[in-house]
């Protein structure tokens, strides 16, 4: 017999993630991998070419399963890399650091053939660029690079809305601006769950009656969607592009093109809160397994190597 699996976990309590962590655990024990949990990187240190955690080497661990978007900090972030040269991760942080970056996600997709909004990144004193640019699309959208929950969005309408943005994007002491084509669409979208290359489920969110922005943390709702084989297609495609275990492709339809494209590419998607499985949205068991599965196979992996 070979020696006994050990992974650590980090994964979100709120919105019916703790409950989701036990159920991760419970099938990882039976298939005699043990889980050591909570391990948040904000009370990690490195030294010596270890990183520890109550006295745990981390860096003998045969894989670290990070899942939790609103408690990252900078710091963890920047041993989530050195971990990442040691032991495997889902996802691995070069997909991570990926998927946070919006102009970087759509640039990689665009190069794969993948669409997405068009998009401008141009030099914080670039002005005349982003000048010609709203004369070109009539709306864009500013978008910081790394945000998340719709927050910094800015729709942008006119020259003189961008004339009145200016002053207060540059006492952000930004390097680069990251500017997108607004999309004429439906306010609704279409979030789809992927999960090693394969489809879990999907699901529909809708703007609110004030806003444009379709995020619940904007004021968007959750409501049952089926998605077709294409918009099925594009997410897995998008997934592979940008190297991720685990994502929640975000696809609208743009009304004047009459395409689907892709807005962002998630690296930790929720999974359904207990309200919404309510609702009906039925893929955390699917999800779960396919977890699970992942994580046997590549610990099983690591320990060949």
């Not at 009656?209 to 297609?233: C, H, K, M, Q, Y």
Request: one cysteine or more; charged letters at 30%.
């Amino acid at each position: 017999m070979g020696r006994k699996r050990t992974i650590g976990m980090w994964l979100y309590s709120n919105g019916g993630g703790e409950a989701i962590g036990k159920r991760i655990i419970k099938k990882l024990k039976e298939r005699e991998i043990d889980v050591i949990d909570n391990i948040n990187l904000r009370n990690a240190t490195a030294k010596n070419g270890d990183i520890f955690h109550n006295n745990i080497k981390l860096n003998e661990l045969d894989l670290f399963f990070s899942y939790n978007a609103g408690e990252q900090t900078q710091y963890q972030v920047y041993l989530y890399k050195a971990l990442n040269y040691s032991i495997p991760m889902i996802n691995s942080y070069e997909a991570f650091s990926l998927t946070e970056d919006k102009f970087h996600t759509a640039h990689v997709l665009r190069q794969n053939g993948i669409l997405t909004p068009d998009y401008r990144l141009c030099h914080r004193d670039d002005t005349e660029e982003l000048r010609k640019t709203i004369k070109k699309w009539d709306k864009m959208v500013y978008k910081p690079t790394d945000g998340w929950g719709g927050v910094g969005l800015t729709k942008i309408e006119s020259e003189a809305n961008l004339d009145m943005l200016m002053p207060f994007l540059n006492q952000m002491d930004l390097r680069y601006f990251y500017v997108e084509r607004f999309v004429k669409y439906d306010n609704t979208d279409f979030r789809v769950d992927i999960v090693d290359g394969e489809f879990i489920g999907c699901y529909g969110r809708k703007a609110g009656s004030s806003d444009w922005r379709t995020n619940i943390t904007s004021g968007g709702s959750v409501f049952l969607r089926e998605p077709n084989d294409e918009i099925i297609d594009i997410a897995k495609r998008a997934s592979k592009v940008c190297g991720t275990d685990i994502a929640g492709i975000d696809i609208i339809y743009d009304l004047e093109k009459e395409e689907y494209v892709v807005l962002e590419v998630n690296g930790i998607p929720a999974f359904a809160t207990p309200e919404q499985e309510k609702m009906g949205l039925d893929f955390n068991n699917k999800k779960i397994d396919l977890i699970v599965d992942m994580i046997d196979r590549k610990t099983k992996n690591s320990i060949k190597k």
